[in-house]
């Protein structure tokens, strides 16, 4: 899950960690400066949209992710929005324009 990142002149600090898994960040996400950033979450790893299927349609659609609901692995899996074999993510059905009978 976790890299460790050398930083400083000698490379003497280890207190960085990259993320190794693929994970999801919102939209309106920044980066904070490379000083204060203790979990780098690299952007080529970053996941915007999702195959989900459908229960009872038995028909899978590519949704935009809104978010990390919980990830079985722990908090901090769940708090990087790491997205793992079984993590319950939270997607945009509305792009469906399925309407449910009342």
Not at 29 to 37: G, H, L, S
Not at 57 to 68: A, D, H, M, R, S
Not at 76 to 97: C, F, H, P, Q, R
């Amino acid at each position: 899950m976790f890299k460790v990142i050398r930083t400083g002149k000698r490379k003497t600090k280890q207190w960085k960690r990259m993320v190794t898994k693929a994970t999801f960040v919102g939209p309106t996400f920044t980066r904070k400066p490379p000083k204060y950033e203790r979990f780098i979450r690299p952007s080529g790893m970053r996941f915007t949209k999702a195959h989900v299927t459908h229960p009872e349609l038995k028909c899978t659609f590519n949704l935009e992710i809104i978010g990390v609901k919980k990830n079985p692995n722990g908090a901090m899996y769940t708090s990087l929005g790491a997205i793992t074999k079984g993590t319950i993510i939270k997607v945009n059905v509305s792009e469906l324009g399925l309407v449910t009978p009342a």
